[in-house]
């Protein structure tokens, strides 16, 4: 059974690139998707701005080659991300992401 989710969205912030104490790359970027869908048989807009995690050398160099405006979509898994303040949010980690535009 496969549990990913697909999102696509357009990247709305510059792309960060960091690395960890143990030495692998990542990336991060927000996405922000709008669309309209159906639910109870009514149009409804949606919208979301989602934080992309991307780990590991194949995803994060992948990752240099997006700019802001990219149309991606972004295949993965969610996770809640906690700052140090406390503060929980909910992270999409990328397994793919494509570029379409």
Known sequence: ????????????R?????????????????????SVQQEAGFNRQAYVRLQ????GAGLA?????LKLGNKVRVTGFLNRHQ????????VLHAQQIEILS
Do not use: F, W
Not at 14 to 34: F, K, M, R, T, W
Not at 52 to 55: I, Q
Not at 83 to 90: A, D, E, P, V
């Open 14 to 34: 510059q792309v960060d690139h960091s690395e960890s104490p143990a030495g692998i790359p990542h990336s991060y970027l927000v996405i922000e998707h709008q």
């Open 1 to 12: 059974m496969d549990n990913s989710l697909v999102v696509t969205g357009t990247i709305c």
């Open 52 to 55: 992309v995690v991307c780990a």
């Open 83 to 90: 700052s140090r303040s406390g503060q929980s949010k909910l």
């Open 61 to 65: 160099q992948q990752t240099h080659n």
